[in-house]
Each structure stands twice: as structure tokens, then as C-alpha cells.
């Protein structure tokens, strides 16, 4: 032991002073303990503090990829919608194709069978308002098309960009929760190993100065032996 006590007169240590060592020793040691058991109870509260905070991330992750998962099925409905369009715009041009070859039969046969300028002429006059309303129809169709494709780009661009971010925010989030959750949690485990280690040692200390105590009790220091008369 370190401290010092006093020696009784007739042996031993004074009760008194191992009395009041044991007394400062528990003292500093419930402290200890006490100090000890608080830092554990903050890290505990920090370690469900990061778990609250892990378990809406990972509602929110969540959320996150059913969003991404309705953005995907709109984005193929568009797609679908896009490749509608375009057979259309082709079924158009076909179809544009087929009334100029008409056209052109048509004008055949009015060239052959009607030389009457007259009729001629308003038969091409005709023909040529079919060939521009078709042609005119096509183009339309097509610059539909066109620009449909031109917004699903700029959707699918404006969707991804915002989705990567979110997840990446998301993501970055994550691991610094999960890094600072670990740190707790190592903090909080090496709190409780000393608390252990405390009271182990503050049990063994308790132990021996008891059986010191108990062995400079008064009661069992031998009487002293008498002092013989100087005979005469």
C-alpha cells in the first residue's frame, strides 16, 4: 500500500487512520465509478442518437429508390410513347410516299384521258392541295416527334441528375453516421471495461484493509508483559 499510517503503541496500525483511508479510498472510488458510469450513459444516448438518425436515412434511402422506381416505369412509358410516335412519323412518311405515286398516276391518266386544259388544271389544282395537306400532315407528325424526344431527353437528364445527387447526398450521410456511431459504441465499450476493472480493484483493496483492520483490532494486540521489581 502507498499510504501511511500510523503505528499503534503497542503494535499495528491506529484504527482511526485505516478507518478514514478506507473511507477516502471508497470515497474516490465511487467517483471514479460515478464519473465512469456517466460518460457510458453519453455514449449510450450518442449510440441511440446515430441510430435514430441511421434508421430515417434508411427510410429515407428507401424512399429514395421507390422514387427511382416510379421515375423508371415513367421513364418507359415515355419511351414506349417516343417509339409510338416514331412508327407513326414512319407510317406518315409511308403513306406520304404512297399519295405522291398516286399523284403521279393521277397525272398520268389526266395528261392521257383529258386534254382539256381547263379540267386539267383543276384536277392538278387538286391534287396539288392532297399532296401539300399530306406533306404538311407528315411534317407535323414528325416535328412532334421530334420534339417529344427532344423533353424525354431533357426529363431522363433532369431525373438522373437529381436522383445521383440525392443518393450520393444520401450515401455520404451514411457512412458518416455509421463511422461516428462506431466510434461511439468503442467509446462507450471501453467506458464500461474500466467501470469493470474499478470495482475489481476497488473490491480488492476494500478486502485487504479489512483483514489489516481486523488484524490491528485492540482487542487481539497481546497484553504487555509485566515489569519485574527491582529486588532490593
Not at 499495528?12 to 472510488?29: P, S
Not at 489489516?212 to 527491582?230: F, G, L, Q, W
Request: hydrophobic fraction near 35%; charged fraction near 30%.
Amino acid at each position: 500500500m502507498d499510504h501511511l499510517f500510523r503505528t499503534a503503541a503497542f503494535g499495528g496500525f491506529q484504527r482511526q487512520d485505516v478507518l478514514a483511508y478506507l473511507e477516502q479510498t471508497a470515497k474516490e472510488q465511487q467517483e471514479k465509478q460515478q464519473q465512469l458510469q456517466q460518460q457510458l450513459a453519453q455514449a449510450q444516448e450518442a449510440g441511440e442518437r446515430q441510430s435514430k438518425q441511421l434508421s430515417e436515412q434508411g427510410e429515407r434511402l428507401n424512399a429514395l429508390a421507390g422514387e427511382n422506381q416510379q421515375l423508371r416505369a415513367q421513364l418507359e412509358e415515355l419511351r414506349r410513347n417516343l417509339s409510338a410516335s416514331l412508327t407513326q412519323a414512319n407510317d406518315a412518311g409511308e403513306e406520304l410516299v404512297r399519295v405522291k405515286g398516286e399523284l403521279e398516276a393521277a397525272r398520268s391518266r389526266i395528261a392521257a384521258l383529258e386534254p382539256d386544259a381547263a379540267a386539267y388544271a383543276a384536277v392538278k389544282e387538286r391534287t396539288a392541295g392532297v399532296e401539300l395537306e399530306a406533306h404538311r400532315r407528315a411534317q407535323e407528325i414528325q416535328n412532334e416527334a421530334e420534339e417529344k424526344a427532344r423533353q424525354l431527353r431533357r426529363q431522363m437528364e433532369q431525373w438522373v441528375q437529381r436522383v445521383e445527387r440525392e443518393f450520393d447526398s444520401l450515401r455520404s450521410q451514411v457512412e458518416s453516421t455509421v463511422s461516428h456511431a462506431a466510434d461511439q459504441l468503442g467509446k462507450a465499450g471501453q467506458c464500461l471495461e474500466q467501470v469493470n476493472i474499478l470495482m475489481g480493484e476497488q473490491d480488492s483493496a476494500l478486502e485487504a484493509l479489512a483483514q489489516t483492520c481486523a488484524e490491528v483490532d485492540p482487542a487481539k494486540v497481546a497484553a504487555p508483559m509485566p515489569i519485574p521489581e527491582n529486588e532490593p
